[in-house]
């Protein structure tokens, strides 16, 4: 069993074609396909259907492409121990983020790879926080960001940023007040992302539990949920860095959320086995020239990270 053989199952598997995988790969599809063989034959199991397009792994072939993507992982860590400065931070990097940052950091994060670091492949994906977490427990993916808290002992949780929530009324609401209160917003028709965008409702919690805007704002599209306020009515919230974005017309009809203040911290998250110190660090810095001082200020103190 070859490094190179599980490079070949994890690209099969990735694009369901040997034709495709084999380009990926820089090789044959001969090559590919008796590579993979020969694995199967090592091993003596069948690792994909052939006969299905696109191809699929087996159930048992599944399970060793999972283990094989943290093998890779494992593997291609070893070189930045000896690889100059320069040469840390090029390459591929693969970051996912949640919904309702993305419109946000990645128009940004692509500017600043593109100006300062273009030997760096930027990969940024737009995923729901359950999702993230899977790819990072397989090492699909290098970072995440997203909203605290994670709860997950094998990621660490570096604090980037913290931002409030303002409620954002349709003007088919009767609602006069400047502010609005949490407690006074939980009561209202509100339009939230949990699981689909839908009507928040009551019955969610469990008996004694508060409202919590990580379980009822875990993504969707700021400006989808304002439109569907706006033509139905009710209400909706959105995140302070968002505002920028909504139309001026709109943002009127924002209000300050009270007592307590609706806010939430936004992290970056990594295993931690993860040793790419460096690229880390460039993400950090990245992140910094996005977002505001004022809002990062209490977060983000020291100008490098070490793990």
Not at 108 to 134: C, H, N, W
């Amino acid at each position: 069993m070859t490094l190179q053989q599980l490079e070949y199952v994890v690209a099969l598997d990735m694009y369901g074609s040997f034709t495709e995988a084999a380009e990926s790969c820089g090789v044959t599809q001969s090559t590919l396909s008796l590579m993979i063989k020969k694995l199967e034959e090592e091993l003596d199991a069948t690792l994909f259907v052939r006969d299905t397009h696109p191809v699929k792994p087996t159930e048992t072939g599944g399970k060793i492409i999972e283990k094989a993507r943290l093998v890779l992982y494992h593997a291609g860590q070893i070189p930045e121990f000896t690889r100059s400065e320069k040469e840390l931070v090029s390459g591929r990097l693969r970051l996912a983020m949640i919904s309702t940052v993305s419109p946000v950091l990645m128009p940004g994060l692509f500017k600043f790879f593109a100006d300062r670091y273009p030997d760096v492949k930027l990969q940024a994906f737009e995923m729901i926080s359950a999702t993230i977490k899977d790819k990072l427990h397989k090492a699909e993916i290098d970072m995440g960001i997203m909203s605290a808290p994670l709860n997950d002992d094998e990621f660490l949780e570096i604090p980037l940023y913290h931002e409030k929530y303002f409620a954002y009324v349709s003007p088919k609401e009767n609602y006069k007040d400047d502010v609005i209160t949490r407690d006074t917003l939980a009561n209202k028709r509100l339009w939230i992302m949990k699981e689909g965008v839908q009507l928040y409702d009551r019955s969610m919690l469990k008996q004694g539990e508060a409202f919590k805007y990580d379980r009822m704002y875990e993504g969707g599209r700021v400006g989808t949920l304002i439109k569907i306020a706006n033509d139905i009515g009710g209400f909706t919230i959105v995140p302070e860095l968002h505002i920028p974005l909504i139309l001026e017309s709109q943002k009127k009809n924002l209000r300050p959320i009270i007592n307590p203040e609706g806010s939430r911290k936004i992290i970056l998250v990594i295993r931690r086995d993860y040793i790419h110190e460096r690229m880390m660090n460039v993400i950090i810095k990245a992140i910094k020239t996005v977002i505001p001082p004022s809002f990062y200020e209490s977060t983000i103190k020291p100008d490098y990270i070490r793990l």
